[in-house]
């Protein structure tokens, strides 16, 4: 172990606990870095918070690329191959490591890293609903503190030695590649690859919300931005109506409808998913409002209300209610 030194950086101590190999790497904007994290407490039992061995992945993150927690970058950077070392960071870098924790909990989890279908930041989020979802974090985030991070450096990647994920690119390149993955979901939805096709507008979505998230709500580009998001949103919906996911469809197209109750498609589809539900009030209300927004969709409405499906609806109702009476 290697005594505690600073690295010039006000707030921080690093101590180096096992050496790595060769001289330090050239960390570039883009480079990707590889590395395992341990997030601890500084209290007597060093309570761990995370832990990326035990999730059994480790962490990437592209320099340069406005991560949130942008002190890693300043860790890693001092740091050589293989090289495990422990730093004490104090509060003014520690902020926000609560809303960081809370993603990257959620992909372990299996779960989506944010929320894409709700039309806030995720700061204004944890605001409107008063807790990141888990208690450990809510008590960070009440009460911030200096945290223990313990890294180790596994791997260095030049812009030029991987394939750049949406997460790893710009906002410019977010947005070139919106378009490319909206095609690329249509050509697969349109092959009956449902799942395949999910994937890409999900990504494309996520590509738009990190945008906007940079623009202030309502105004022209948000709001050019929030359509185009409607738009794939509404592409996804239409898969999952495919997979037979009617509650998640009827999850996103109601958050559309909470924020933008002129768009028609929303409606159509929710009232799709409501029936397949047995939600016949629901399905009905949906497809008026329909017909109120296009009275043009008059045909394909009557002709979905005249279908198998909402017929069976409607009569698994009234069984439903014979069945209730006493």
Known sequence: MVD?????????KKTILYGGTSEIPKFITGSKVTFHFRTMLCNDDRTVLDDSKKVGVPMEVVIGNMFKLDVWETLLKSMRIGEVAEFWCDIIHTGLYPMVAKSLRRIAEGKDPVDWHIHTCGMAN????HTLGYDDLDELQ???QPLIFVLELLKVQQPSEYHRESWAMNDEERLK????LHGQGNKLYKQGRFEEATNKYKEAILCI???????KAWEVPWLKLEKTANTLTLNYCQCLLRMQEYYEVIEHTSDIINQHPGVMKAFYLRGK??????????AKADFQR??????NMK???AFFLLSDTFRSCAKRKSDDGALCVN
């Open 4 to 12: 505690s030194l600073l690295l010039g950086v006000e707030g921080i």
């Open 126 to 129: 944890m605001f409107a609903f």
């Open 142 to 144: 009440k009460e911030p």
């Open 177 to 180: 590649a919106v378009p490319v």
């Open 209 to 215: 919300k990190n945008v906007q998230s940079k623009e």
């Open 273 to 282: 998913a409501h029936t397949e539900v047995w939600n016949e009030a629901e």
């Open 290 to 295: 329909v017909l109120d927004l296009d009275p």
């Open 299 to 301: 045909k394909k409405v």
